[in-house]
Nanobody, 115 residues
Framework: QVQLVESGGGLVQPGGSLRLSCAAS????????MGWFRQAPGKQRELVAR???????YYADSVKGRFTISRNGVINTVYLQMNSLKPEDTAVYYC?????????WGQGTQVTVSS
């Protein structure tokens, strides 16, 4: 069993910054691909950013240049630094991990961008 615990969400004004963290624990070994998804009310869950076991990164066009994903591979922890936040970034953000061909999800953390 693998558990993902997220932290760092909250309320921020437009133009502000937040840093999300996600730590994996349980029956897990090696360095695994991880990522962040988000889901806004009434919309489908979408990929925000991901990072491979080798450290390669991918970003959705809507967040390129504003968000940065990074990881501490030793402890399977992934971070999402979010800068220049916009109201349209408001969503529940979910951490994702792929381990032995299975998908694992965190419980989600709310990010609200509003003045």
């Amino acid at each position: 069993q693998v558990q993902l615990v997220e932290s760092g969400g909250g309320l921020v004004q437009p133009g502000g910054s937040l840093r999300l963290s996600c730590a994996a624990s349980g029956s897990i070994f090696g360095i695994n691909p991880m990522g962040w998804f988000r889901q806004a009310p009434g919309k489908q869950r979408e990929l925000v950013a991901r990072i491979t076991s080798g450290g390669n990164t991918y970003y959705a066009d809507s967040v390129k240049g504003r968000f940065t994903i990074s990881r501490n591979g030793v402890i399977n922890t992934v971070y999402l630094q979010m800068n220049s936040l916009k109201p349209e970034d408001t969503a529940v953000y979910y951490c994702h991990l792929l381990h032995q061909w299975q998908d694992y999800w965190g419980q989600g953390t709310q990010v609200t961008v509003s003045s």
